[in-house]
Structure formats: C-alpha cells, structure tokens
C-alpha cells in the first residue's frame, strides 16, 4: 500500500515539471508571485493612506489580475498575454495618476513581454 502512494507521489512530481512552462514563462510567473506575495505591504503604502478606499480597490483588482496572469501563462494560454498587457497598461496609468512612475514600471514589464514574444509558437 503505501509503495503505491510513493510510486504515485513521484509520477506527480514528474507530471509536473513535465507540463511546466518553457523556462523564460516561468521565470515570469515567479516575478508574478513574488509580486503577489508583496502585495500586501502596498496596503500601508502613502499611497494607499492619502487615497483610501479607491487605491485600495485597485491594489485588490492587481492581486486578481496577478492570479490571473500567474495561471494563464502557466497553461501557455494566449489569453495570458492579453492579460499581461492589459494589467501592466493599467500599472502605468494608475503609477502616473498617483505620481509614483518610474521608469523600472515600464522596462520590467517590457522585459517580460520580449520573454513572452520569444516563446509566443508555444501558446495557444
């Protein structure tokens, strides 16, 4: 019995990296859960306090679109591209509503999507 639970866990553990993502995606997705798991400390931000209640909103709606863009390009979907661009089109505006754009908010994301164009046969 339980050699079957040991043979099963290992086929897992290979069905996964198996199905992994092509390593340029993946690199993305952990920037994307490094990113989300940051998140919270935005909450606290001057930001967050001078805006209230609308920045927080926001703040929520980024953490969505993170979980998004995280499992779309995981699956290698085409929507996750669409997602990218749109959340990061967004990050750039609300940045310069709220006065804190730099130019770190557009070449990271511009890093991605040149990682992104570089696998883009890969997805469908």
């Given at each position: ?28 997705c952990i920037f994307e859960i490094i990113g989300l798991l940051l998140l919270p400390s935005a ?47 967004i990050h750039n505006i609300v940045a310069l509503i709220v006065g804190n754009w730099m130019i ?21």
């Open positions: 019995m339980e050699v079957k639970s040991h043979v099963s866990k290992d086929i897992k553990f290979k069905k996964f990296f198996r199905n992994r993502p092509p390593i340029p995606i993946l690199l993305i909450f606290g931000s001057e930001e967050s306090v001078n805006l209230g209640l609308l920045y927080q909103i926001y703040l929520v709606l980024t953490g969505v679109l993170s979980i998004a863009i995280i499992y779309s390009l995981w699956k290698v979907m085409k929507i996750g591209i669409v997602i990218y661009i749109g959340a990061y089109v770190g908010v557009l070449i990271i994301p511009f890093i991605g999507l040149i990682l992104i164009g570089l696998n883009r046969k890969k997805f469908k």
